[in-house]
């Protein structure tokens, strides 16, 4: 694919079966340098990916860029996603780092305002 360095990452549920699936969930970690420039251009080839799976398989598809998500969402997709495309495993595992890093240093926070909310 032309473009495929601008996503190297996708994810989908592992928890699903594909068969099981109406609307198949994706992450894409798009180029950080354009996304910064132009979120809209980086991103469409993942929503473009994204369309052109969901019309293979006759599914909707749920698009989740992981440049600008709320970092539980972000986490979310990382510990119950399965990697099934990437063009840059170093620019993958440097995201999770930094994610994981986040997330662990926020977590405290999101559990005592959880305790607060009574949740």
Request: charged share 20%; proline share 4%; glycine share 4%.
């Amino acid at each position: 694919m032309q473009n495929e360095k601008y996503w190297p990452y996708i994810c989908s549920v592992r928890s699903w079966t594909m068969t099981n699936l109406k609307i198949i969930p994706m992450a894409f970690l798009v180029d950080r340098v354009r996304y910064k420039q132009d979120p809209f251009m980086a991103s469409s080839p993942a929503y473009l990916a994204a369309t052109h799976i969901g019309l293979m398989l006759n599914r909707q598809t749920d698009v989740i860029v992981l440049n600008s998500p709320s970092i539980e969402t972000a986490y979310q997709v990382l510990t119950t996603g399965k990697v099934v495309f990437e063009a840059d495993q170093d620019s993958r595992i440097g995201y999770e780092i930094v994610l994981k890093g986040l997330y662990f240093d926020f977590k405290s926070f999101l559990n005592n305002l959880m305790n607060l909310l009574n949740y």
